[in-house]
């Protein structure tokens, strides 16, 4: 049985090409770029060599780059650093209600800490209002973050407008992104949008797991979360994961090399896999669904079908999807996504997400319709029982 993965925003399959330099870094170029020997030399010329991947990429100096585990790490240090940096100029900061927990549960720990949280609604397409924006921001507020791409449904935020009007309202105001779906997918340009901080993970593009960046731009003041030996000018402490670093840097320069091409292929592959759907009866896309949108996320409500039970009959065929955010997967509990963009209270436990990669394939797509046009009639007959 043929595998097909559709479950991307998850987590990516590794390029070959990353996995044989992982493999190498790992057995051959193992030195400790803190090490002044040769092995050292030759660990570090990695981290140059990233550094200035990133940096090109994203346009931006590469002294503004730091190496973290990942999205979540990267989230972290950027809201709880620049809030413990910048308190004694207000307590005030400001998120969206669809962020990653990796956000959300970081805000709510700045509540506990006594920071006064705003959180921003969003419409049905699950974008924010830059009017709400406006209103929100006060001379007290430190931090604003909002996510760039939702991993849930796909939408994406206007990010530029609101680094803009952010600036515009209070120049001292820090400006968080997470980039984690969104990265490798489009351009990004941190300094031309007026973003303070930029979080992206390795794993959303074909590298390895537990690595990933965070911009943090010169002039931003911000403490480290963690101590220790003093790497990366002290603000991520600990010794750099060379051969994760490595890989991420591959990683990221050959979405960047196809870049145009795969955003135009998976665009047309989402509408063949929409059209589809849609002729399933009491099936429901939800959230926007073109250009506007990002190409590699569908959130599909089926009527009268539990997400779990329509999961693990796709994985049957051999087709794997999520039943939402795979951070919390395993944590039930109702999407708050999908309550906030105003999904029918009877379609909050019915809905997945299916998520493309630069692997998919057209046969896939026309075979993943196929299943769903086969799975759904079947469970819901044997669920009316």
Request: hydrophobic share 40%; charged share 25%; with cysteine.
């Amino acid at each position: 049985m043929k595998e097909i993965y559709l479950d991307n925003s998850a987590t990516t399959r590794v390029f070959p090409e990353v996995a044989q330099l992982v493999t190498r870094v790992m057995c051959e170029d193992y030195g400790n770029p803190s090490s002044m020997h040769h092995k050292g030399v030759e660990a570090e010329a990695y981290i140059k060599n990233a550094k200035e991947i990133f940096a090109k990429i994203l346009k931006v100096n590469e002294k503004e780059i730091f190496f973290t585990s990942g999205g979540t790490e990267s989230d972290n240090l950027a809201i709880i650093g620049s809030a413990m940096a910048n308190y004694r100029a207000g307590q005030h900061v400001i998120t969206t209600v669809i962020e990653h927990p990796a956000v959300l549960q970081t805000f709510d720990y700045l509540e506990r800490k006594g920071f006064e949280v705003t959180y921003l609604p969003v419409d049905q397409n699950g974008q924010i209002s830059l009017s709400d924006l406006e209103q929100a921001i006060r001379s007290d507020t430190i931090l604003v973050s909002i996510m760039h791409t939702n991993n849930e449904i796909g939408s994406l935020q206007p990010i530029e407008q609101a680094g803009a009007l952010i600036k515009k309202c209070n120049p001292n105001t820090l400006f968080h992104v997470d980039a984690v779906q969104g990265f490798g997918k489009m351009r990004i340009y941190p300094k031309k949008w007026n973003i303070d901080m930029l979080a992206v993970s390795s794993h959303k593009i074909h590298g390895p797991k537990g690595v990933g960046i965070l911009y943090v731009g010169e002039k931003v003041k911000i403490h480290p979360i963690s101590h220790g030996g003093g790497q990366q000018k002290g603000l991520r402490n600990g010794t750099e994961n060379v051969p994760g670093i490595a890989g991420m840097a591959l990683a990221a320069q050959m979405m960047y090399d196809h870049l145009e091409e795969d955003h135009v292929r998976l665009h047309a592959l989402k509408a063949r896999l929409i059209e589809g759907l849609c002729q399933i009866e009491d099936v429901k896309i939800n959230g926007l669904t073109g250009e506007d949108s990002a190409s590699h996320i569908v959130s599909v409500s089926v009527r009268g079908v539990r997400s779990e039970v329509l999961l693990h009959a796709l994985e049957d065929r051999g087709i794997y999807v999520s039943a939402g955010s795979a951070c919390a997967s395993n944590k039930p509990q109702t999407s708050a996504t999908l309550k906030a963009i105003g999904v029918e209270k009877e379609l909050l436990d019915s809905t997945v997400r299916v998520s493309m990669s630069v692997y998919t394939t057209c046969e896939e797509i026309d075979e993943t319709v196929k299943a769903f046009g086969e799975i759904v009639p079947m469970l819901r007959r044997f669920t009316r029982r």
